[in-house]
């Protein structure tokens, strides 16, 4: 079933079908939801239309990441594919503006007899919205109903970072060595592993780094979310680890390609850092908690715990807000309360 995909915005139709091979397990689930066509006929043609216009804005003019702009199209497909069924036809434009709370609400709980997650159905909101007010401001809809429905409460979970020792533990070649890759693959994996606990970064923001930033200065500058820029230390001892591994690399690193490259030569995939973090998880004995996202959560936990200023934390996190930052102090007073209770012969 043809889950639709979403072109780069230099061309191409933006609801043009994904190939096969290129879709992971998740998104060949999602595509399941969708019945195999070539273009999208469950809703009317000026939905469609719409729809288009809709993404190029998201890329065009808001600058999101072709990430998120997946999950935008991806949900409100969706929402659209389950309201051809729920009204017996293909939504038409009149059909959005005429649509009740009561709809909407039906499509929540399916997509909650799916066991799809809070957090997940909130996303799917957020991104039906934003295709509302996309409607609204060009004047040519309007997804009203959408306004009478409160999403589902998330509960809230705190970040968990791993021990000092063990964060700092994933940047040593030296673990995995003898697992028979080569050295210049420990390497790599060191220096990658090291960019999410010694400078904060998202796995993305590590494998977006180019040949070329890397120059030996003490300072790296890193695309976040939203295509944002920011500039991150680069403390020595990542410094040395990026030289260890370049030294290392058989292949030839132009300024303009990606810093890091897979065993073949090519862009390094996020799924072989994933793979890199479990093996030495394993040989470390932590536990699934331990992934690379989890250190970036350490690096912004540590650096609280030894007196960092939140809004500098904010600022190397690349945050927009920092309340999403203010996060971190909660960890940090769990923390501490956990060792007063250890410690203090009263607790």
């Not at 469950?42 to 469609?48: L, M």
């Not at 929540?108 to 799917?124: H, Y």
């Not at 930052?325 to 203090?344: G, N």
Request: hydrophobic share 45%.
């Amino acid at each position: 079933m043809g889950l639709l995909s979403a072109h780069s915005r230099e061309g191409g139709n933006l609801l043009s079908p994904c190939p096969e091979k290129e879709l992971g397990p998740r998104r060949r689930g999602d595509e399941r939801m969708m019945k195999a066509k070539t273009e999208i006929s469950f809703v009317a043609p000026k939905v469609a239309a719409e729809i288009e216009a809709w993404l190029r804005h998201l890329g065009a003019e808001r600058n999101l990441s072709g990430k998120t702009i997946e999950a935008y199209r991806r949900d409100v497909l969706q929402f659209l594919h389950f309201l051809a069924e729920h009204l017996g036809g293909a939504p038409s434009l009149r059909d959005l503006a005429a649509l009740a709370p009561a709809d909407v609400r039906a499509f929540l709980a399916a997509r909650r007899a799916d066991a799809i997650s809070s957090r997940s159905l909130m996303r799917a909101l957020a991104g039906i919205r934003a295709f509302g007010r996309f409607l609204e401001r060009s004047g040519t809809g309007k997804l009203g109903a959408l306004a009478a429905v409160r999403g589902p409460k998330i509960a809230k979970t705190l970040p968990r970072p791993l021990p000092v020792e063990a964060a700092k533990s994933m940047a040593d070649a030296t673990i995995a060595a003898g697992d028979g890759r080569g050295a210049w693959i420990h390497a790599r994996d060191a220096a990658a592993l090291a960019l999410l606990y010694g400078c904060g970064l998202r796995i993305s923001e590590a494998l977006g780094i180019k040949r070329g930033d890397f120059d030996g200065r003490d300072v790296l500058t890193v695309t976040g979310k939203g295509r944002k820029q920011r500039m991150v230390p680069l403390i020595a001892p990542v410094q040395k680890l990026i030289a260890d591994y370049i030294a290392l690399c058989p292949y030839d690193l132009p300024g303009d390609g990606p810093l890091f490259v897979g065993e073949k030569g090519g862009a390094l995939s996020p799924r072989i850092v994933q793979l890199a973090m479990a093996r030495l998880r394993g040989a470390l004995g932590l536990d699934a908690t331990a992934t690379p996202h989890a250190l970036r959560h350490s690096f912004a936990t540590h650096l609280l715990a030894r007196g960092g200023d939140l809004r500098a934390i904010q600022e190397l996190l690349g945050h927009a807000s920092l309340s999403t930052t203010q996060i971190y102090t909660a960890v940090d007073a769990e923390r501490l309360i956990a060792a007063y209770r250890s410690a203090h012969p009263r607790a």
